[in-house]
Structures are given as C-alpha cells and as structure tokens.
C-alpha cells in the first residue's frame, strides 16, 4: 500500500520556468512534509519541509504548498535553472519514519 | 563537523551471501535509520535505531537487522542475500525531539549493491 503518492513521474521544463510536483498522503497521522532531493550518485537531501499548521511556506526559488482537506502537498520551483536537474522526493512522516514518493526526475532544458 | 559517511560504496555479492554495510552518523546525532532504494524508486524505510536500540521497522524480513554502537555509528546486515536486494542502501542520521519522532534526515551517499 503505497501511503504517498507522487506525479509526475518526469517532468521536463523550459529555464526559467515554473516546476510544479505534487504529492497525496492518505494517513492523517502525518505531520511533517519534506521535499528532498537527490542529484546521481548522491543520496537525497533536504530542500525545504512543511508542518500542517501552516498553508504555504517559502523558501528561494523553492515553495510548498499545503492542502490539509485534501491530503495534497506540491512543490513550486520558480524560476528552473539547469542546475535543479534532479530527481525530487516527497515524503511524510512525524511521529512514524519518512514514507517516500517514487520520485520525480526533473529535466531543465536551455 | 562531518556529514554521514557510508561503506562501501559499491559491493557485487552472489546470491546466498550475507554482507555487512557500515554508517556513521553526523556529530550530534543519536538516531539512525537505514533505507533501501531500488533503481527509479523512493527509499523505502528498513528500520531505525535510537540510543542502540531498534526503534521501528518496516516491511522487511528477520534477515535483514541491525546494530547501534555506543558513538551512534550504525551497521545493516543482510543474510541469504535474494537478487531482488540489489539496491543502494541509505543510511540517515537525525536528532529527534523525542522517541519515536522523525526529525530532519541527513542522508550518507550511499552502499549500492548488487547481487548476481
């Protein structure tokens, strides 16, 4: 039972547009909302995350935005550079370990 | 201060074999937890240990276990290794508020293994 589900699975986008990622949970347990991300080769780290208490939080280029009702979470990448060209984790968790996505490999072409 | 360091970074290993990875967590933390990335996967949760003791653990066989050392540096075993266990393995250090809570991840680069 996949507990968050993540789309899509590639996205490719034009320099200097807007990345769009989304993710659905199903427990509402879940109280802690992190993006990650992982270039090749390397392991995954953290970008930016989100507690329920909150709608949208910034940071950079980077935002997330948070829909409790609905269970759906999605990451904004404003501005895409060829440098963001990697693959992006969401993940929940809080009281029980971080449930992954499958990951979005992102492509930001010139 | 160092991040999280990992060993080996590549294995190959044949099917039946056991093999042992090693983690040291970034100064400071207490809490590690061991991941399994499949190729074009999320990493799936294996198990986390706190203060030496196994504190959650996932959809994974009794073949798979662990270990906490008293400087938190942490080991993943595997026995009767299957092919399907060809994966990279992450290991994360964190500092939790508290038994049980899931602070921010710091992952390590990486084992990848593979198994013919």
Known sequence: QQQVKQ?????????????????????????????????????PALLIAIRPDVSEKKEGRF?????????QFSLHIMD??????????????GNTPLVFGKGTRLSVIA | ?????QSPTHLIKTR????????????GH??????????????????????????GRGNFPPRFSGLQFPNYS????????????????????SFPS??????ELFFGEGSRLTVL
């Not at chain 2, 942490?74 to 250090?93: I, W």
């Open chain 1, 80 to 93: 895409s550079q060829p440098g963001d060209s990697a693959t992006y984790f969401c993940a929940a968790g």
């Open chain 2, 98 to 103: 508290g038994r049980g809570v899931t602070g």
């Open chain 1, 7 to 43: 789309s899509p699975q590639s996205l490719i986008v034009q320099k200097g547009g807007i990345s769009i990622i989304n993710c659905a949970y199903e427990n509402t347990a879940f109280d802690y909302f992190p993006w990650y991300q992982q270039f090749p080769g390397k392991g």
């Open chain 2, 1 to 5: 201060e160092t991040g999280v360091t």
């Open chain 2, 16 to 27: 039946g074999q056991q093999v042992t990875l090693r983690c040291s967590s970034q100064s």
């Open chain 2, 74 to 93: 942490s080991e993943l075993n595997v026995n009767a290794l299957e092919l399907d266990d060809s994966a990279l393995y992450l290991c994360a250090s």
């Open chain 2, 30 to 55: 207490n809490t590690v937890s061991w991941y399994q990335q499949a190729l074009g996967q999320g990493p799936q949760f294996i198990f986390q240990y706190y203060r030496e003791e196994e504190n």
């Open chain 1, 63 to 71: 935002t997330i935005s948070f829909n409790k009702s609905a269970k």
